[in-house]
């Protein structure tokens, strides 16, 4: 059965020219770039060329971006390589984040939080925007770190970046971004926007999973916290994955180049979406309803009397491939729309579509009518093009959708299961 992939934002196939600009470093390319044979060299120039790729994607310059293994990573050498500065220095041990950020941000904060810090975490409105005001209020001579994401991945909010990057840079503050979400996505230009650290993964970009890369601005310092070789300037020692970095630099490269066609193209797609989930009694978006102001291509719901594995599930089906935070596999009910103000039962019900741009518009106007179906409770039959199979919703009937939510609900209230949202 042919799918359609709307899952985006958890993870990206990788592109055709990814694949083969990374393929030779899986064959015979396969020196180590620490050796100075010309095998070693080889590699060695391919990984400097991929910082160049990296580094033209957000405006930064090479020697500021290093090559980690995950956005995981990126996140937490970020905020605790800083706050091992800090430390070192006697600095104020005063940490601000954001309520609705990626677990791998939040969860150093919480780190640093049992070790004696103070963390603030900042309130979002409703459509998941920081409270400016807020953290305007907070600052104060010991804040030593904030760390705002770029981008909501669940909701798809644009945070004001630049203003927090201005304030944190006025009051001398190290001011860390998640990019995860926004990175080729979004223009990103940190020669203009005061950021002090940023973070990047490959798999949202069309480059294998295990490759990110964090940006610190020259002169900023971090201090590492693994040890061993000194690779990556001593901040990421280990052996550099080179067929991976070579594939982050060709993913870089071609989002930059495919940036303003992308953009479009995602925008609309996301209004074939939007427009077609307004009209439907039962759902709510979630997340800004302008446009310009969430990830281009991102639309989240919450279909009020469903549970969002249930649509995933029957979407999956008939080959169509969406997410939800609601599940019990994928964690606890959301924390993100808890912060937005959306109760657990609410967030039961979520779900999200995220496309990249080798999705077709044709094929997003097919899978908004299907999904708009599913989101009716009603029976979906996919088109000739797909399959012939008539494929029932789940929990059709009012009844079988109580005795679902109830179940689910004992479900939640029995498992403590870990934090896991893409
Ligand atoms: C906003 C955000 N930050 C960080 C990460 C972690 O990136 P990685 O999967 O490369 O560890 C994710 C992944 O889902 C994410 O969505």
Not at 42 to 59: D, M, P, T, Y
Not at 120 to 138: K, N, R, T
Not at 392 to 404: C, I, L
Request: charged share 20%.
């Amino acid at each position: 059965m042919p799918q359609i992939y709307l899952d985006n934002s958890a993870t990206t196939p990788v592109s055709e020219e990814v694949f083969e600009a990374a393929l030779p470093y899986l064959k015979d390319a396969f020196g180590n770039p620490g050796s100075i044979h010309s095998l070693g060299q080889q590699s060695r120039q391919a990984v400097n060329f991929a910082r160049k790729q990296v580094a033209e994607l957000i405006g930064a310059k090479p020697h500021e971006i290093y090559f980690t293994p995950s956005g995981t990573y990126s996140n937490n050498a970020s905020i605790l390589g800083r706050a091992r500065f800090v430390e070192e220095n006697g600095l104020g041990r005063h940490l601000i984040t954001s309520g609705i950020e990626h677990s791998s941000a939040l969860g150093p904060a919480k780190h640093l939080q049992s070790r004696g810090w103070k963390v603030d975490v900042l309130d979002v409105d409703a459509e998941g925007f920081i409270d400016f005001d807020q953290l305007l209020q907070l600052v104060t001579e010991e804040t030593s770190i904030i760390s705002i994401m770029w981008a909501n991945n669940e909701v798809g909010t644009i945070q004001p970046v630049e203003r927090i990057a201005k304030l944190a840079k006025e009051r001398g503050i190290f001011f860390h971004t998640d990019a995860v979400q926004a990175a080729g996505k979004l223009k990103i230009d940190v020669s203009r926007i005061a950021v002090d650290a940023l973070s990047i993964t490959g798999h949202k970009l069309h480059a294998p999973k295990g490759i990110g890369a964090l940006y610190v601005r020259e002169g900023v310092e971090i201090l590492p916290f693994v040890f061993g070789g000194g690779q990556e300037k001593g901040l990421f020692p280990g052996t550099e994955s080179v067929a991976n970095i070579v594939a982050l630099g060709q993913a870089a490269e071609e989002a930059s180049r495919e940036y303003e066609s992308n953009y479009e193209h995602l925008r609309s797609i996301q209004k074939v979406f939007v427009e077609r989930f307004s009209a439907l009694p039962n759902v709510t978006l979630t997340g800004p309803l302008d446009p310009e102001k969430r990830i281009p291509g991102h639309v989240s719901v919450i279909v009020h009397d469903r549970v969002g594995e249930d649509i995933v599930n029957a979407a999956s089906e008939i080959g169509i491939c969406i997410s939800s935070v609601s599940a019990c596999s994928s964690g606890h009910p959301s924390h993100v729309l808890k912060h937005l103000g959306y109760s657990q039962e609410q967030g039961f019900g979520s779900a999200r579509i995220s496309a990249s741009g080798l999705n077709s518009y044709e094929e997003c106007q097919y899978a908004a009518e299907i999904l708009a179906d599913i989101f009716a409770g009603k029976s979906v039959k996919s088109d000739s093009a797909h399959s012939s199979k008539v494929l029932g919703f789940p929990s059709q009937s009012h009844e079988s959708n109580v005795a679902r939510l109830d179940r689910h609900r004992s479900f939640m209230k029995n498992f403590h299961c870990s934090s896991n949202h893409y």
